[in-house]
């Protein structure tokens, strides 16, 4: 049997292939944190309100906000490690971690390095981001653990 935090980076790769394979004509990619305390990152809401979901599966409500036609498609979306949404649209602004190892042969951005540094934070399970034109990346722990380029 794998060790549990195996089972949930594969899990977090489901999902994020999930949301790639169903995503709408508007994508605009979709960031996640996982964290069971989200009082504790240095996230600020990027919306007044929350959404309404008529779906209850995680993948259809993350296709949905990650359209740009979503007031809720920008920033971070947090989820418990029940799979759970719990926070949409989030800024998220983690501190740099010094000594953070970048592979600068990708191109990456904003929420790649926002991922990879929050990923470092007490109580960030893992984080992750899916993209058009990057793929897909996960991070553990201040590192980068699962890359796949999108083709």
Known sequence: ?????????????????????RRTLDFSGVG?????????????PLS??????????LVSQLVTIASRGSDFHD????MSDAWRLTRVAQYFSP???????????KRFGG????ALFG????????????TEGFGIAI???????????RV
């Open 1 to 21: 049997m794998k060790p549990h935090h195996e089972l949930s980076i594969e899990r977090l790769c489901r999902t994020l292939r999930d949301v790639m394979k």
């Open 32 to 44: 996640v944190i996982i964290c069971n305390s989200p009082e504790n990152l240095p996230i600020l």
């Open 48 to 57: 007044r309100s929350e959404p309404g979901f008529e779906e209850t599966d």
């Open 75 to 78: 920033g971070f979306h947090v």
């Open 95 to 105: 501190p740099i971690v010094d000594g953070a190892v970048i592979d600068r042969s």
């Open 111 to 114: 929420r790649y390095l926002a």
């Open 119 to 130: 990923s470092a934070i007490p109580g960030v399970h893992l984080s992750g981001i899916a």
């Open 139 to 149: 991070f553990q722990g201040g590192r980068e653990v699962l890359f796949e380029e």
